[in-house]
T-cell receptor
């Protein structure tokens, strides 16, 4: 069974440009999460989708970030316009059941390393 | 959510047993304790989860004392491939659980 995949693996853009990250969760996983780790910092939660609905987006840093999950399958995270402080690794994770009920194992993708110059 | 404290780094040698302890003094009644492992350039990977006493799977054991204010991840007979960062997470509340990753413990296994 394929795991969580993310595209691209690396992205280097200039400040002010737009970047879109994609995450394909494990098939059948209704729950999808985005996280990011800024250089030297901890992994931080960004938001949680249940199917196509945003369950929790309390971790989104500002309105330059837009996450979508049309159709409840893959998700995209767009950063527009990108700033220097957005550099970091963006992880996507999925789970069969929502974390908070029973075993909350999340399956993480390899991450997208974003560098904003 | 409960805050966790773990050692920043640990060193070990192949074949040894490694125990990583995590403190979570403010753990709530409904909170579970979960450990993740992360290799460089990869996302975190679930290792083990427990609520109380002892849990064992094919990878590790998790020891949780009665007061649940700490937990110990035990890796038996580590190998070089166990070199990774290990995160202790605590929390399981209501509908939306937001995993809080601390700094983790960087384990280096030497030959």
């Amino acid at each position: 069974e394929a795991g969580v995949t993310q595209f691209p693996s690396h992205s280097v853009i200039e400040k002010g440009q737009t970047v879109t990250l994609r995450c394909d969760p494990i098939s059948g996983h209704d729950n999808l999460y985005w996280y990011r780790r800024v250089m030297g910092k901890e992994i931080k939660f960004l938001l949680h989708f249940v199917k196509e609905s945003k369950q929790d987006e309390s971790g989104m840093p500002n309105n330059r970030f837009l996450a979508e999950r049309t159709g409840g399958t893959y998700s995209t995270l767009k950063v527009q316009p990108a700033e220097l402080e957005d550099s970091g690794v963006y992880f996507c994770a999925s789970s069969l059941i929502p974390s908070g009920r029973g075993r909350h194992e999340q399956f993480f993708g390899p991450g997208t390393r974003l560098t904003v110059l | 959510l409960a805050k966790t404290t773990q050692p920043i780094s640990m060193d070990s040698y192949e074949g040894q047993e490694v125990n990583i302890t995590c403190s979570h003094n403010n753990i709530a009644t409904n909170d579970y304790i979960t450990w993740y492992q992360q290799f460089p350039s990869q996302g975190p990977r679930f290792i083990i989860q427990g609520y109380k006493t002892k849990v064992t799977n094919e990878v590790a054991s998790l020891f949780i004392p009665a007061d649940r204010k700490s937990s110990t991840l035990s890796l038996p007979r580590v190998s070089l491939s166990d070199t990774a960062v290990y995160y202790c997470l605590v929390g399981l509340s209501g509908g939306s659980y937001i995993p809080t990753f601390g700094r983790g413990t960087s384990l280096i296994v030497h030959p």
